[in-house]
C-alpha cells in the first residue's frame, strides 16, 4: 500500500504471476518515491553553492546572450542572501566576474552580470573546471554545489575539447560533491558533451532551439533543486541464483565491492525515479508455491547530507496455469514505462538517419511509431513534434530534439500519480515533472513576461 508521507520502494511486474514450469522474462518497475511536500514543515537548508558559467563566445553575441544574463538573473533573484554564488564567462579565455562568496544583497553579482560582453572561441572546459574549483571548498557546507553551464557552440580551444574526457571530469567532481547541469542553445553546440557532461555529473542537461526558450529549462532545474529531497540514489537489486537481471534503462551503474549498483536521478518532493528491469527466471523458480524473485534496497542522503532510511522491497510470484496466466491484464504503468524506453530507441534510430540526412527511413520510423505507441498520448505528442521538425530536413536541430527527447523518456523523474493524469493536466504540476512534447521549445507560460530585465 502506498503511502505518500514517508520514502518507499515499490515493485511492481507487468503480470503478478508466473507461467508455471516455464522459462520466461518478465519485466519489472521499481520505483523510489519521495515524500509530499509539506508546506507546513519548511525546515531551514544549508545553503546552496552555484557556479553560473556562461559562453560569452562571439556566436552568443546579441539576443542568445542577452537571454542567459537574463536566466542567470532570474536564478540569483531566488537565492537567499545566504546561498553562496560565482559568476564565470569564457571565450578563448577564463574570467571570473563574481567569485564565489554569499550573495547578500545581490548587488555585486547584478554589476557583474551587467558587464558580461560577447567575445571569441570556446574553452568550454576552461569555463567549466574554473566554475567547479570556485564551489568545491564548500561543498561540506553546501545542502547543494552546483556549476550550471550554458553554451551554444563547441568546445574548440582550450586543455581538453574531448568529450569523454571533459565528462569523465565531471564524474570526478560529482564524487566530490560538485554536480553539473548543462544548457545547449541552439543548432550547433555538441548535444553529446552537454549530455555526458549533466549525465555524468550528477546533474541535469537541458537545450533551447532559440534564446527565448531558454528560461524554462532554467526555471525548472531551479524548482527542482528547490524541492530537492534525495541525492546520491542508488538502487542495489538482487536476485536469487538462475535469475538474471538486465536493466533496461540507461542509468550509470557502479560497482562497489563487485556488486552493481543503479543510480538513480536526485529525487525532488512529490517525484519518484524509476528503473525498468527485465528478469530472465528459469523454469525450475516458476513453482505454484511461489518464489522470490527480486530485492531492491536503495540508499541515498538528504541535500543536508543526513542518510534517508528506506525499507528495502521483494516481489514473490507464484506460478499459474498458461491459460489462466493469460487472463491476467498487464499493470498500465509498467507498459506506459516500457512504451516510453522502446520510443526512445525509435529516437535514437531516427538520430542516427538524421546524420546521414536519410529523411526518407525518418519518415518510416515515424509512421511505425505512430501505429506501435498509439496508445501513449505523450509519446504521439512528441513522434507528432518530431515530424514537424522533418519537415525542415534540418539535421543539426532534429538530432538535438531526438537525442534530448530520448534521455527524457529513459531517465526522468516522474509524478507519483502521473498514471492518472492527462498530458494537457501537466500544466498545474511542478515544472520538473511536465511531460513537454518538445524538449526545445518552451511551452507554458510560467510568468516569464513578469521576471525583470
Not at 547578500?104 to 560582453?117: F, I, P, Q, T
Not at 542553445?185 to 537545450?207: A, S
Not at 534540418?394 to 507519483?416: G, T
Amino acid at each position: 500500500m502506498q503511502n505518500n508521507n514517508i520514502p518507499q520502494v515499490l515493485i511492481t511486474p507487468l503480470k503478478p504471476a508466473l507461467i508455471m514450469g516455464m522459462a520466461q522474462k518478465l519485466p519489472v518497475l521499481v520505483r523510489v518515491q519521495a515524500p509530499d511536500p509539506d508546506p507546513a514543515q519548511k525546515k531551514d537548508r544549508k545553503p546552496y553553492h552555484l557556479s553560473l558559467v556562461i559562453d560569452r563566445s562571439g556566436s552568443m553575441s546579441g539576443e542568445p546572450l542577452l537571454e542567459a544574463i537574463r536566466c542567470a538573473k532570474h536564478i540569483v533573484d531566488r537565492l537567499e542572501s545566504t546561498d553562496v554564488a560565482s559568476l564565470i564567462v569564457f571565450d578563448d579565455r577564463v574570467k571570473t566576474l563574481a567569485p564565489a562568496k554569499p550573495v547578500g544583497d545581490r548587488k555585486a553579482l547584478y554589476a557583474a552580470l551587467a558587464h558580461v560582453r560577447s567575445g571569441g572561441s570556446t574553452n568550454l572546459h576552461g569555463g567549466w573546471q574554473t566554475g567547479a574549483a570556485e564551489i568545491l571548498d564548500g561543498v561540506k557546507q553546501a545542502a547543494l554545489a552546483r556549476v550550471i553551464l550554458l553554451s551554444d557552440g563547441n568546445a574548440n580551444v582550450g586543455e581538453t575539447t574531448d568529450t569523454n574526457e571533459i565528462a569523465a571530469l565531471c564524474a570526478v567532481a560529482a564524487e566530490k560533491g560538485v554536480t553539473t547541469s548543462t544548457y545547449g542553445l541552439g543548432r550547433d553546440f555538441n548535444e553529446e558533451l552537454m549530455v555526458e557532461m549533466g549525465k555524468r555529473g550528477g546533474g541535469n542537461h537541458y537545450y533551447g532551439d532559440t534564446a527565448a526558450d531558454l528560461f524554462e529549462p532554467f526555471a525548472e532545474e531551479f524548482d527542482f533543486i528547490s524541492n530537492l529531497y534525495a541525492r546520491h540514489v542508488r538502487l542495489a537489486l538482487a536476485a536469487p541464483e538462475g535469475v538474471k537481471i538486465t536493466l533496461l534503462n540507461d542509468y550509470p551503474v557502479e560497482q562497489r565491492e563487485g556488486f552493481p549498483l543503479v543510480r538513480l536521478p536526485d529525487i525532488p518532493l512529490g517525484a519518484e525515479a524509476w528503473a525498468l528491469v527485465e528478469l530472465e527466471i528459469p523454469a525450475g523458480m516458476a513453482l505454484e508455491s511461489g518464489n522470490q524473485l527480486l530485492q531492491a534496497g536503495v540508499t541515498a542522503s538528504t541535500p543536508d547530507g543526513s542518510p534517508i532510511a528506506i525499507p528495502d522491497a521483494t516481489l514473490t510470484l507464484k506460478a499459474m496455469s498458461p491459460q489462466a496466466w493469460e487472463a491476467l491484464l498487464q499493470d498500465p504503468l509498467v507498459v506506459a514505462r516500457q512504451t516510453e524506453l522502446e520510443a526512445g530507441k525509435f529516437l535514437d534510430l531516427a538520430r542516427a538517419a538524421a546524420e546521414h540526412g536519410d529523411w526518407a527511413t525518418i519518415q518510416k520510423i515515424i509512421a511505425e511509431g505512430r501505429l506501435r505507441f498509439a496508445d501513449n498520448p505523450w509519446v504521439l505528442e512528441v513522434l507528432e513534434g518530431m515530424a514537424e521538425i522533418a519537415k525542415d530536413m534540418d539535421s543539426a536541430r532534429f538530432r538535438k530534439e531526438a537525442m534530448y527527447s530520448s534521455r527524457k523518456m529513459s531517465s526522468r523523474v516522474s509524478a507519483k500519480e502521473e498514471l492518472l493524469m492527462s498530458t494537457a493536466e501537466d500544466g498545474s504540476v511542478p515544472s520538473f515533472l511536465r511531460r513537454k512534447k518538445s524538449q526545445g521549445k518552451a511551452q507554458f507560460d510560467d510568468g516569464k513576461d513578469n521576471i525583470g530585465q
